[in-house]
């Protein structure tokens, strides 16, 4: 929808999630270090302790990197869960497997150069072929664009590291604790009281 407006490097994220100041500049930075550039893909990956919810299991991308810190793999995991010795581990059709804390995972927080709008569109049209013709519920997720685009060589995607904590309601009981969270960040002065 916002292919004709944007001509620059840009960032994409998920509306109903808080990813952090310190992940903003982060990806800004790189950002603006694109600028001119085609397949110049980037990700804030967060580490998976930070991104936990204490009342259920949650869905996260599991992230791999290669040396010089470009991604390799999005594997999504879902059912991940806190074990009883404080780790974490993920349930599938062949039982549970356990997790490292520290996993880098994606919370969908993307930068792309702009010729990820012809490459995603391309990809949307075959979408619609394919699995939206016989799944009402079927969504189009950026991540399988992002592995495509990556495994084609089209692009390549730098994974960048954040401390921040990423947080949102997963379930009702998130509410609480994410805006006591948000409440802390008013005082603190990083966050504004009101948003317009």
Not at 36 to 49: D, E, N, Q
Not at 145 to 166: F, H, P, Y
Request: charge should be negative; hydrophobic fraction near 40%; proline fraction near 4%.
């Amino acid at each position: 929808m916002a292919k004709d407006v944007i001509h620059e490097p840009f960032a994409a994220i998920n509306a109903d999630d808080f990813y952090g100041k310190e992940a903003y500049e982060v990806l800004a930075k790189y950002l603006m270090e694109c600028e001119g550039k085609t397949g110049a893909y980037s990700m804030v990956a967060y580490k998976l302790r930070n991104t936990m919810s204490d009342f259920g299991t949650v869905s996260r991308g599991i992230c791999t990197a290669d040396a010089e810190g470009h991604l390799q793999t999005i594997v999504e995991r879902t059912a991940i869960g806190h074990t009883e010795d404080g780790g974490a581990a993920y349930t599938d059709e062949t039982g549970s497997h356990p997790l490292d804390m520290d996993s880098l995972v994606s919370m969908n927080f993307f930068g792309f150069t702009p010729d990820f709008f012809e490459y995603s569109e391309k990809g949307f049209v075959e979408f619609l072929k394919g699995p939206a013709q016989t799944n009402i519920k079927a969504e189009f997720f950026i991540p399988l664009m992002v592995n495509q685009s990556i495994n084609d060589g089209t692009a390549k995607l730098r994974v960048l590291s954040s401390n921040a904590s990423w947080f949102g309601v997963t379930y009702k009981e998130d509410k609480p604790d994410v805006m006591r969270k948000i409440r802390e960040l008013i005082e603190k002065g990083v966050y504004p009281n009101n948003l317009w």
